[in-house]
Nanobody
């Protein structure tokens, strides 16, 4: 079992920045690739970004590319999502997720393939 706990959400004006954290606990003897998803009210959950367990590779949705950056500190079992130049359309609940059995990094773009989820943290961007 892996427990994920997001933090760092809040209210920010358009153009501002926030940094989300996702702390993993439980079965953390190995490190895992991690994905970020978000869900806005009345919309489907969508992929935001993913970071390989090594921290070397990252992948982002086109809607956030160039504005969001994911990083990780494996010594702290924590993954981060730095969000810059925020827009009102970025307003959503943000989740980190993983699947300890996946081998392909590209599979982390699919919410249906994730088996562990955090409870989410709300990001609200005002115009």
């Amino acid at each position: 079992q892996v427990q994920l706990d997001e933090s760092g959400g809040g209210l920010v004006q358009a153009g501002g920045s926030l940094r989300l954290s996702c702390a993993a606990s439980g079965r953390t003897s190995r490190t895992y690739s991690m994905a970020w998803f978000r869900q806005a009210p009345g919309k489907e959950r969508e992929f935001v970004g993913a970071i390989h367990w090594s921290g070397i590779n990252t992948y982002y949705a086109d809607s956030v590319k160039g504005r969001f950056t994911s990083s990780r500190d494996n010594a702290k079992n924590t993954v981060y999502l730095q969000m810059n130049s925020l827009k009102p359309e970025d307003t959503a609940v943000y989740y980190c997720a993983t699947n300890t059995a996946l081998r392909s990094f590209t599979d982390y773009t699919q919410a249906s393939r994730m088996t562990y989820w955090g409870k989410g943290t709300l990001v609200t961007v005002s115009s």
